[in-house]
């Protein structure tokens, strides 16, 4: 059995008016300091390799998707997040995504996703603000979800370093 | 000047005075966020105009345009007059607030302070009493269980400190010998005849202050909400204006306090070491004494804990209510030895 042992109080403190008159004046030094929350729209958040944001798909120089649709994102997916339907293709990769969705009420970003992918096809950007209209809005498409690999770049060596044990460097 | 009608006159006082107490209220308003969020490292509203300052101005567009919504099984008479008799009390008892000595404009004298009555604190007590009713109808015709909790409190609680919240002016109408705030002002001319510099007066105005918190239910004796418990209290079942018409009698409760606050212990128009000042100086004087003990709701309010429910029945009965008899009769002894008023 638990016994709480409450402390004695002393006379000024059970005439409970100078501990009033003592918080008083610890609200009135406070009321002085600078404020520590941050003006959000103004002030964004701070960004870094480790931001883990919104998923998004490689667009490699060539200017091709990364992506061969080979389904492991979409099964690693906890959210059921992601839809892939894949078809051929005559760059020579055989397999592209026809389609890709992302629906991004879903997606939880927990970066299984990119984890997952073999081609290194899928990162998480930085990219933090999600917000819009219609739910039909937030159902993100193959061209919603591309970005030019130079935008990810930090993103991508910072996972290659998080998991150089095992990875090559490409 | 000579050649107004007396008429003008009065609705320009009553003009001026009582838009101030709405304009303080819309202040307060603003005031409260603010200062909470300067106590807790926050900014506060700060996006509608500079620095926020029109925020009073939107949140009553919106108040306006909101949605009103009546409970199915609310007395809706009541329910709608509930948040007009809550706010009509105080915004009665600005009245008899002198706000200033007598003012000279044009070679003519005019008294600031909308009705000179001789019985002005018993005008404000009765008047100011009858506030909790709208409290309590309010709670009572939402048919909810958690308002009408909220509307039972208030009335517990008023009954209790209102015994203390007069018998603690009282003290004050002994000393300065009139009903009359004009004479308990013109009482403390200068600064060594304040009421507060008497050990009485300290006393009675630590017993009026903590009451007053309890009359306009403000933390920390804000029972009559109590948003843990009560989810909002008395105006669970409120929406739109008739919420903000509870809001606004609640600030304009708290202003008349402030103000009779600064008009019985500290002088009201009184300036300090300048018996003979300039009127407008006075109201000045005035205005900053009132707007200190505002700033006091506010601060107290966002420093202290609420209490428990017994605890503030016993702070009020078995506390304030035989410290404020003890003054009572201190201050009878006390005129009684020095012949002094």
């Known amino acids: 059995m638990v016994v ?150 930090k993103r991508i060596d910072y996972v290659y370093k998080l998991n150089n044990r095992w990875r090559r460097a490409p | 000047m000579q050649d107004v009608p007396e008429l003008v006159i009065w609705i320009a006082k009553i003009v001026l005075i009582f838009g101030g107490m709405i304009a303080t209220a819309a202040i307060m308003s603003l005031a409260e966020r603010k200062v909470s969020a300067w106590m807790q490292y926050r900014y506060g509203p700060n996006r509608v105009g500079p620095f926020g300052l029109l925020q009073p101005l939107a949140d009553g567009v919106k108040f306006i345009f909101k949605e009103e919504l009546i409970p199915a099984g609310a007395n809706k008479l009541l329910f709608r007059l509930a948040p007009a008799l809550a706010a009509m009390p105080s915004m009665l008892t600005i009245a008899v607030i002198p706000i200033g000595t007598t003012a000279v404009i044009g070679g003519r004298e005019i008294p600031l302070g909308i009705a000179q009555l001789d019985i002005g604190i018993m005008y404000m007590l009765a008047i100011g009493g009858l506030g909790v009713y709208g409290v309590i109808l309010g709670g009572w015709a939402s048919n909810s269980k958690y308002s009408m909790l909220g509307g039972l409190r208030a009335a517990a609680q008023m009954i209790s400190y209102e015994l203390t919240l007069i018998l603690s002016i009282l003290a004050i109408v002994a000393l300065s010998g009139s009903l009359d705030l004009n004479e308990i002002v013109a009482s403390q001319r200068e600064i060594g005849d304040w009421n507060i510099c008497t050990p009485m007066g300290v006393l009675a105005f630590v017993l009026f202050t903590i009451a007053s918190f309890a009359e306009t239910n403000r933390h920390p004796f804000d029972f009559a909400e109590c948003e843990p418990e009560l989810v909002g209290g008395f105006h669970t079942e409120y929406s739109a204006m008739r919420f903000a018409l509870y809001f606004i009698g609640e600030y304009c409760a708290m202003t008349v306090m402030s103000s009779l606050n600064a008009t019985l212990f500290f002088g009201g128009p009184s300036v300090p070491f300048m018996p003979d000042a300039h009127w407008a100086l006075g109201v000045l004087a005035f205005l900053i004494k009132a707007g200190f003990f505002l700033f006091l709701f506010i601060w107290v309010r966002w420093t202290l804990p609420r209490l428990r429910f017994d605890q503030l029945m016993r702070l009020g009965w078995r506390v304030m209510l035989p410290l404020a008899l003890f003054n009572l009769l201190a201050t009878g002894a006390w005129i009684a030895f020095t012949g002094d008023h």
Do not use: W
């Open chain 1, 4 to 153: 709480v042992q409450r402390k004695e109080l002393t006379l000024l403190e059970r005439l409970y008016l100078p501990e009033v008159v003592r918080g008083l004046s610890i609200t009135f030094r406070k009321f002085f300091e600078k404020p520590i929350t941050r003006q959000y729209p103004e002030q964004p958040l701070p960004k870094d390799a480790v931001t883990r944001g919104q998923p998004r798909l490689v667009v490699k120089d060539d200017g091709n998707i990364a992506c061969v649709a080979c389904g492991m994102c979409e099964v690693a997916c906890p959210a059921y997040a992601i839809t892939i339907d894949g078809g051929e293709t005559d760059r020579g990769i055989e397999r592209e995504p026809k389609r890709f969705d992302i629906d991004m009420l879903r997606c939880i970003l927990c970066g299984f996703c990119e984890e997952a992918c073999p081609k290194d096809a899928i990162f998480m950007s930085d990219e933090l603000e999600l917000a819009d209209f219609s739910r039909a809005a937030l159902l993100y498409d193959i061209e919603k979800l591309k970005r030019p690999k130079s935008t990810l770049q």
